[in-house]
């Protein structure tokens, strides 16, 4: 049986990991849940899956009635209810856990993934913002685990193509890996011209082509900054330099990404665009599992299409691979910007293109240092929120 904490259950990720235990309750056993505010919710699942450790993030609900109650609950069976992200990170720290499947969304995921690394506990990573902004503290304890362990699996990915491509290098040496393919839908305005993206609204950016996910995440992917996170969080991962990361667009979104070796083979990953495929794998490995979902017919997919990204328009891929190729404290600075440009692009104060505007004057405003500590990190941090939310003030 395999004890397993979800950070952020009650979000996309979230939701369908609950899934995948469900599927496989003889193999999983969920001990404890974080949410930031959704309450009610998060007492429907502990009662579900009988979980005894919550946490909420949000420390303003600490005096609320339905958290009183679920505190009592909690304590009454044996367990611990908290408020605040030290609360949130309490929980990786539990002695009968040993996976932490980390779906929090932004830089506020930071500290859980670091906290779960140094407890000695396997991260399922989907919040790749963590290794974004502090892939420099956590893959130097992930690979302190693994040579503990004497194998490669504590920082096990979820993002589907992250796990496309631990898949394909699973046997490999990886001095022969000359590409990692990092493969991208292209969003919902693929093939669009900047001015045509002028007048985008968050409804407009929310409705994507082919993977259902959380707001943050749909506008990243809409902006291809998704992608640019994504190029970062495979440097750290796969220790590749950013020269042999290449994007390239596949709408179908069937390829899930690619490895080139030395001898010109590739590597490919391919399945149905669910993440519980991805999620379920992180949990199992090395065990490959019943998947809860159709397989692939390739008699119904018809045709693989392949095109480069448009890095003229979507402006912020490339302030993504300035950011990872600079390095130091830049991508911690560039995802913070994004937070609060995303987030301001949402409340409908800031416009589309506004959101690539925004990182970019961060970025440019920024001093690099070397990335030292979580807490320098979480201060830059908050800095570049100020910034950006001062950038998106000044043009209201
Ligand atoms: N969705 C996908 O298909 C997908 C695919 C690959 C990677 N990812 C990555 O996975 C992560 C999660 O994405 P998502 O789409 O699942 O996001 P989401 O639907 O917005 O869900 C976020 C979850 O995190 C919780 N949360 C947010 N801030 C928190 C905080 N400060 N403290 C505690 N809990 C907090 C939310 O709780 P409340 O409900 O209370 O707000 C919710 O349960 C992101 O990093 C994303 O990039 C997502």
């Not at 395999?2 to 056993?29: C, N, W």
Request: aromatic residues 6%.
């Amino acid at each position: 049986m395999r004890r397993v904490v979800v950070l952020g259950s009650t979000g996309s990720i979230g939701t369908q990991t609950l899934d995948v235990v469900r599927q496989h309750a003889d193999k999983l056993e969920i001990v404890a849940l974080a949410v930031n505010s959704s309450i009610d919710t998060l007492a429907k699942q502990a009662g579900e899956f009988g979980v005894k450790h919550l946490a909420v993030g949000d420390e303003r609900l600490a005096g609320d009635a339905r958290a009183v109650e679920l505190a009592q609950l909690a304590n009454a069976a044996g367990g611990s209810f908290g408020c605040g992200a030290s609360a949130v990170a309490d929980l990786v720290r539990l002695p009968e856990a040993d996976i932490v499947v980390n779906a929090l969304v932004g830089a506020a995921g930071l500290r859980a993934s670091y906290e779960t690394l140094a407890a000695g506990k396997v991260l399922a990573l989907a919040n790749k913002e963590s290794l974004v902004v502090g892939g420099d503290l956590i893959m130097p304890l992930a690979r302190k685990l693994d040579a503990a362990a004497g194998f490669q699996h504590a920082l096990m990915p979820i993002d589907s193509e992250h796990g496309a491509i631990y898949q394909c290098l699973l046997g490999e040496d990886a001095a022969e890996v000359t590409r990692l393919w990092v493969t991208a839908s292209g969003g919902p305005f693929r093939g669009r011209t900047r001015a045509e993206l002028k007048d985008i609204t968050p409804a407009q950016a929310l409705a994507h082509p082919t993977w259902n996910m959380g707001a943050k995440i749909s506008i990243d992917s809409s902006t291809l900054m998704n992608k640019g996170l994504e190029v970062i969080e495979a440097h750290h991962l796969f220790d590749m330099p950013y020269e042999k990361i290449e994007v390239v667009v596949q709408p179908q979104s069937a390829i899930h990404s690619m490895v080139e070796f030395a001898d010109g083979s590739v590597k490919a990953h391919l399945g149905t665009t669910d993440m519980r495929i991805p999620i379920q794998f992180a949990l199992s490995y090395p065990a490959r599992w019943k998947a809860p979902v159709e397989p692939l017919d390739f008699r119904k997919l018809g045709t693989l299409e392949f095109a480069a990204p448009d890095v003229e328009t979507f402006r912020c891929l490339e302030l993504a691979r300035i950011a990872g190729k600079t390095g130091g404290t830049l991508p911690c600075v560039m995802n913070a910007a994004n937070e609060v440009a995303v987030a301001t692009f949402l409340a409908e104060r800031n416009s589309y293109l506004g959101i690539a505007e925004c990182v970019e004057y961060v970025m440019d405003a920024h001093e690099v240092q070397t990335v030292e500590s979580l807490e320098q990190l979480e201060q830059l941090d908050a800095w570049a929120r100020a910034c950006a939310m001062s950038w998106v003030d000044a043009r209201v």
